[in-house]
Nanobody, 123 residues
C-alpha cells in the first residue's frame, strides 16, 4: 500500500505562517517529482509548488511565489511547504503528490496523492 499523509494545516490569522508536511510510506519515490496542490470550495484544484528529486529545481504558482518555499528530505521520504504572509484566499485543502514527469504542473501527471490537510486563513 502506498500512502501519503499531509499534516500541519489549521486555522491561522492573515499574515501568519504555516509549515505543511507530507510523509510517504509503501514505496520510495526515487527520482520522482513531488508537488503541492490545493482546492478551495467551489474551485478547481490548482497547482501550488513542485520540487525535483535532487531538490535543485523548484517551481511556484504566481499566486504563492515569494510567500512559499517547497523543500524535500529524501532520507525521510517527505516534502514540506513553508507558507508565510498568508492571505484569506490561501484557504483551501492542500494535497501533496508524487509523479514521474519532471516539471509538470498537471494533476494527471501525478499518480500518488494524499488525503489533504485543511488550511483556513481568517481575516
Amino acid at each position: 500500500q502506498v500512502l501519503l499523509v499531509e499534516s500541519g494545516g489549521g486555522l491561522v490569522q492573515a499574515g501568519g505562517s504555516l509549515r505543511l508536511s507530507c510523509a510517504a510510506s509503501g514505496r520510495t519515490f526515487t527520482g520522482y517529482v513531488r508537488a503541492w496542490f490545493r482546492q478551495a470550495p467551489e474551485k478547481e484544484r490548482e497547482f501550488v509548488a513542485a520540487i525535483n528529486w535532487a531538490g535543485t529545481s523548484t517551481y511556484y504558482a504566481d499566486s504563492v511565489k515569494g510567500r512559499s518555499t517547497i523543500s524535500r528530505d529524501n532520507a525521510k521520504n517527505a516534502i514540506y511547504l513553508q507558507m508565510d504572509s498568508l492571505k484569506p484566499e490561501d484557504t483551501a485543502v492542500y494535497y501533496c503528490a508524487a509523479g514521474p514527469r519532471v516539471g509538470s504542473t498537471m494533476q494527471s501527471d501525478y499518480a500518488y496523492w494524499g488525503q489533504g490537510t485543511q488550511v483556513t486563513v481568517s481575516s
